[in-house]
């Protein structure tokens, strides 16, 4: 009788909590002392992990950095104030972490860094853009079936002013982003972009 086929044993898991505590730990350097101070050796120290351990997972800072935005950076956010205007507001303050000084302080950091910033795009795209997007594009959907806007021809366009000016004016003018800047942004070009057509008619 033929002895069974010998499957081969599988590597070392990888340890959940470990990895947690890395990018948990790269995180915090990046909003605590910016882009700068995420080596692979301060994580390493302040995770009380080997360089070794870092580099069996990630071949690069960028890498790691992109997975640590990735898990702290919310996808599927559930906001419905029956207000489109209020609906953006606050679903761009959760995606650029207003309100939360670690994320707020990581995403600015990221902003000003056209190569992370890439690499982030990269490492996520198309998944977790796309469900942000998918969100964003809801909140239209419903604000058009309220009446309170009409819908526009190239919606996607429109989604696009906010992040391009959130980039454009912290490179370029060195804006924080902030509860009023975004609101602004939405307030001066979103919204009259969308404005439901006046009828004349009046109560």
Known sequence: MNAPPVTPSPGRPRDATLDANILRAAMELLGDSGLNAVTMDAVAH????????????????????????????????????????????????????????????????????????????????????????ATLVTMFERAAARGEIRMPADLHLILDVVPALVLYRFNMRSQKVTRASIAKVIDTLVLPLVAAPDTGERP
């Open 46 to 133: 302040r995770a009380g992990a080997g360089k070794a351990s870092l580099y069996r997972r990630w071949r690069s800072k960028d890498e790691l950095l992109a997975d640590a935005l990735a898990l702290y950076s919310p996808v599927d956010v559930e906001i419905d104030t029956g207000s489109l205007r209020e609906d953006l507001v606050k679903v761009y303050e959760v995606y650029y972490g207003i309100g939360n000084h670690l994320m707020q302080a990581a995403i600015q950091e990221m902003l000003g860094n056209v190569r992370m910033h890439h690499a982030w795009t990269e490492k996520v795209a198309p998944q977790r853009l796309a469900v942000r997007r």
